[in-house]
């Protein structure tokens, strides 16, 4: 219900809204199904003339029922929302403010325009650049005044929502829910519930909606997405979901994309029974996941294509051979693991190269381990085209090599390997159709190593370089000059400018020193923190 403020008035007080509306109107609610309207009836008159009463009972639980009291005076509503308990023939009943559009001096407040105005008179574009001048909160009284909106957004965060009251939160969604095809952020906490029933009422032709750190219990769930039908990319990140939970996406039939990563409590129950449409599945952080359900969850994924997942420590250590062998998997082209470095029984990760339709691999917190690289050497040799090693164990030279053998690579990233020095980059060098490379924090790099890349991987033309500190800003005139050669030479292959991060005190200096690298067509620089970090 509304958040009331009070204002003394002669010497007694008056009730607002959130929204300064004056209450007149009240919410009655956890009524005994046995309470008659002329007992509640003789209990609210006494606080002052009630002009209306109705009562309804409520569909979910029937042995109560819900209402609304209005008053003539709005000082004798505020007195009956300044008394703490209602006792009614000894039972507790619950009273609140009613909504702020429920107030009959809304009416008033919402007011009209006459047809004949000249802004009833505009056409849609002039209209359009009018909203588009005012603040959110102006745009929508507006629209009340008027009736008459054009579709302003069709994307929204929910952070706009930010010191909006509930009048102003729900006239959004009626004004352009039906208009919204994506929405992205946090439920606001103070208006958690009523903005769940509002998305589910008014925004059904959603495609996207990305829900974080937004609590969902399973009736919210199944409220929420009983309606949005449309739905193709969902993400629900840090949601506090349950096992049971899921079953209430289980007839979003156009789902594509789904995100589950930080939801401790889910284990893999009954994600067998998530739509088979899904085409990437997000687990990463799903700490109690069972990691041996993953067959059965994929196998009823047919047209599953990417894969994120923790690949934790259990009694069951073939799962990634089930992968393979039971054609769990069969396209499955993009899988991202997050392993622990001091697992205590093999995972045989070495399985994953044979998968048939694998091309990207990204493997968090623990290098490959040689035998993995020589299987993704023997199956996915002219296949594989990105390989990513986030952990801070550098790779040796036997597994350099290897890594140097995968032919078809284009994306490479081996960010805090601190044992990557030029020996190893010179082996990287045959990696023909390298298109891009992350060395971040790889303290051994020099600048000779990454000339040297560069002149050799004709296609390279990303280089994420950042706290690599025997990189300094002459390397950047460096890349330059070369490329100009190539150019004049008539050998050019690769996307120009080629980018180039950085950060580091020395780098950032120099190339705040010389202004003239701004706008340059053959080389991009940019200061930029790395996402790992």
């Not at 359900?293 to 250590?317: D, F, G, N, Y």
């Not at 990189?471 to 120009?496: M, P, T, W």
Request: charged residues 25%; contains cysteine.
């Amino acid at each position: 219900m509304s958040e009331v403020r009070y204002r003394p008035f002669y010497g007694r007080t008056i009730a607002y809204t959130e929204d300064n509306i004056e209450i007149r109107k009240l919410f009655v609610h956890a009524l005994p199904i046995e309470m008659e309207l002329e007992v509640l009836s003789n209990y609210f008159n006494s606080f002052g003339r009630v002009l209306q009463m109705e009562l309804t009972e409520k569909a979910t639980d029937r042995r109560f029922k819900y209402g609304y009291v209005l008053y003539e005076s709005s000082r004798d509503a505020a007195d009956v929302l300044l008394k703490e308990r209602h006792l009614v023939e000894e039972q507790l009943v619950k009273v609140e403010a009613f909504y702020s559009w429920g107030q009959p001096a809304s009416v008033e407040r919402c007011g009209s325009i006459c047809q004949m105005s000249p802004i009833m008179r505009l056409n849609d574009d002039c209209l359009l650049c009018i909203y588009r001048y005012l603040a959110l909160a102006d745009q929508l009284s507006l629209a009340r005044v008027l009736q008459r909106c054009p579709p302003l957004y069709s994307s929204i965060n929910l952070g706009i929502f930010k010191g909006l009251s509930l009048w102003h939160i729900r006239d959004f969604l009626l004004l352009f829910g039906q208009h919204l095809s994506q929405l992205v952020g946090q439920i606001p906490r103070n208006h958690h519930q009523r903005l769940i029933e509002y998305l589910a009422n008014h925004c059904q032709r959603l495609k996207v909606l990305r829900l974080r750190y937004s609590p969902l219990s399973l009736r919210n769930m199944r409220k929420l997405f009983g309606q949005l039908q449309q739905l193709e990319e969902l993400e629900l990140s840090n949601c506090d979901l349950s096992d049971e939970s899921l079953l209430a996406l289980s007839h979003l039939t156009k789902l594509k994309a789904l995100n589950l990563c930080y939801n401790d409590m889910l284990t893999g129950r009954h994600m067998d029974k998530l739509p088979s449409s899904i085409e990437s599945l997000d687990l990463l952080y799903c700490f109690d996941l069972q990691f041996a359900l993953l067959p059965s969850i994929c196998s009823r994924l047919p047209k599953l294509r990417e894969l994120s997942v923790k690949a934790v420590h259990t009694e069951q250590t073939d799962v990634f051979r089930a992968l393979a062998n039971e054609h769990c998997c069969e396209r499955l082209e993009r899988l991202a693991l997050k392993t622990l470095s001091y697992q205590e029984q093999p995972l045989h990760l070495e399985y994953v190269a044979k998968l048939p339709a694998l091309r990207q691999l990204i493997i968090h917190d623990s290098p490959p381990s040689l035998e993995l690289l020589q299987w993704l050497v023997t199956y996915k040799a002219q296949q594989l085209i990105q390989l990513e090693s986030s952990s801070r164990i550098s790779l040796d030279a036997r597994q350099l090599e290897l890594v140097a053998q995968l032919k078809a690579l284009r994306i490479l990233s081996l960010p805090h390997h601190n044992q990557l020095d030029d020996e190893g980059m010179a082996k990287l060098c045959s990696l023909q159709d390298l298109r891009e490379i992350s060395l971040q924090s790889c303290k051994r790099v020099t600048e000779q190593a990454i000339l040297r890349l560069l002149l050799s991987c004709k296609q390279l033309h990303v280089l994420h370089l950042e706290r690599c500190v025997l990189l300094f800003g002459q390397l950047i005139y460096s890349i330059e000059s070369e490329l100009r050669e190539e150019l004049h030479s008539g050998c050019h292959q690769r996307q120009l400018p080629v980018q180039l991060f950085f950060y580091g005190s020395k780098i950032n200096e120099f190339v705040l020193k010389h202004p003239d690298l701004a706008g340059n067509d053959v080389v991009h620089v940019e200061l930029t923190l790395c996402p790992n970090w």
